[in-house]
């Protein structure tokens, strides 16, 4: 039982390129959500999906797409990189319910766009 | 904008006492939740509280929930070294993060 996966770990882009950063979990989780870190600073939601086939905006989503595959995985693509995306992103997934207390986050990807 | 803020935004305490973290949010919420995050590493989830509770332990943490002051605290007894983080709390299923408060034990 992985948890929450997230590739790359770090990655490096001009700005202009594009990039998809990938995430995978294997609890059954219908909920899954992307944010971003910058430094000292806490995180924003960037976009959310509570269901397979649902995707919502969340505080900071311009310059951003997703893609929710599947259960598993939800991608968070950046057609056009800004030095302003430099950040930490982190993927996150959970399961409302009245027994739930716990979500569960990956180990973030660092990116820079010089 | 950030559902939720923590206060103070800087704590350093000697190793040993109390350490008291301050949230208070906007909007209606079902539930909120305190994450902890040592530097340069991911979240960790410490305790999540529901909207029709209003007290919640966890080993040393205890949680309180003020629905009708729309704020929440995280108490952390009998403080280590090793709970020197930051902490931040986040409300409902959207998960909307304050700034967080940033905990120093002193040995």
């Known amino acids: 039982n992985a948890g929450v996966t997230q590739t790359p770990k770090f990655q490096v882009l001009k700005t202009g390129q594009s990039m998809t950063l990938q995430c995978a979990q294997d609890?059954?989780?219908?909920?899954m959500y992307w944010y971003r870190q910058d430094p000292g600073m806490g995180l924003r939601l960037i976009y959310y999906s509570a269901s397979e086939g649902t995707t919502d905006k969340g505080e900071v989503p311009n310059g951003y797409n997703v893609s929710r595959l599947n259960k598993r995985e939800f991608s968070l693509r950046l057609e056009s990189a800004a030095p302003s995306q430099t950040s930490v992103y982190f993927c996150?997934?959970?399961?409302?319910?009245?027994?739930?207390?716990?979500?569960?986050f990956g180990p973030g990807t660092r990116l820079t766009v010089l | 904008s950030q559902q939720g803020e923590e206060d103070p935004q800087a704590l350093s305490i000697q190793e040993g006492e109390n350490a008291t973290m301050n949230c208070s949010y906007k909007t209606s919420i079902n539930n909120l939740q305190w994450y902890r995050q040592n530097s340069g590493r991911g979240l960790v989830h410490l305790i999540l509280?529901?909207?029709?509770?209003r007290e919640k332990h966890s080993g040393r943490l205890r949680v309180t929930l003020d629905t009708s002051k729309k704020s929440s605290s995280l108490l952390i007894t009998a403080s280590r070294a090793a709970d020197t983080a930051s902490y931040f709390c986040a409300s409902d299923e959207k998960l909307t993060f304050g700034t967080g408060t940033r905990l120093t034990i002193i040995p």
């Open positions: 509280i529901r909207s029709n509770e």
């Open positions: 609890m059954n989780h219908n909920s």
């Open positions: 996150a997934s959970c399961d409302w319910g009245p027994n739930t207390d716990t979500q569960y």
